[in-house]
């Protein structure tokens, strides 16, 4: 399988505790996305990498979260401290910039986490 | 503030019928509007995809019809089947950003 691959696809925490979530874009890819899902709603988004720059992160963003593609291949999300409402479904997903677009955003199977 | 709204927040139809799901922005400067389907436990996928410079785009049985002047656009399933039983999301995105912004979903269910 070539697509969008997110590591772990479950993970259960307690409160204070920082867990890391892992993507591997298509392979080729040069945009990795993050976005948030919670139950009932569109994901949100978080962030977005070409190749290792970080090109935008959302306001919305705590500081306890951190989002790195030190490569430009595989990124990795880290959320420090988490928090009940941190739970929710990560999504990743990655593009190929050509001819100055790249609307064709590729979604990983995410993964969701529970924080008790 | 909801940048993109959803309409309806789910949709019942008979198999063979057509589903119709409607979204409406306010950013004049979104130019990409992608329509994505997404089952329980799996990620959203990409349907269909509009840009402004065109009024509508078929893809077998899937239609975007887009209205630049009212700021909308809406997602037709044609001979909708209990396959297309999903989630469906609305999406837009600036001339200037990858960031997508999602409308809220529409549970759509097919039955037989």
């Known amino acids: 399988d070539t697509g969008v691959s997110q590591d772990p696809r479950h993970k259960i925490t307690k409160r204070g505790q920082n867990v890391t979530f892992r993507c591997d874009p298509i392979s080729e890819h040069n945009r990795l996305y993050w976005y948030r899902q919670t139950l009932g709603q569109g994901p949100e988004f978080l962030t977005y990498f070409q190749n290792e720059a970080q090109l935008e992160k959302s306001r919305l963003l705590s500081d306890r979260f951190s989002a790195e593609r030190p490569k430009g291949s595989f990124s990795t999300l880290e959320i420090q401290r988490t928090e009940q409402g941190d739970s929710a479904m990560y999504l990743c997903?990655?593009?190929?910039?050509?001819?100055?677009?790249?609307?064709?955003?590729?979604f990983g199977p995410g993964t969701r986490l529970t924080v008790l | 503030q909801q940048q993109v709204k959803q309409s309806p927040q789910s949709l019942i139809v008979q198999k063979g019928g057509i589903s119709i799901i409607n979204c409406a922005y306010e950013?004049?400067?979104?130019?990409?509007f992608p329509w994505y389907q997404q089952f329980p436990g799996k990620g959203p996928a990409l349907l269909i995809a509009i840009r402004p410079d065109v009024s509508e785009k078929k893809e077998g049985r899937f239609t975007i019809s887009f209205n630049k002047s009212a700021k909308q656009f809406s997602l037709h399933i044609m001979d909708s089947q209990p396959g297309d039983s999903a989630t469906y999301f609305c999406a837009a995105k600036k001339w200037d950003t990858d960031k997508l912004i999602f409308g809220t979903g529409t549970r759509l269910q097919v039955f037989p």
């Open positions: 950013n004049t400067a979104f130019d990409y």
């Open positions: 997903a990655s593009s190929l910039l050509k001819r100055g677009s790249s609307d064709t955003q590729y």
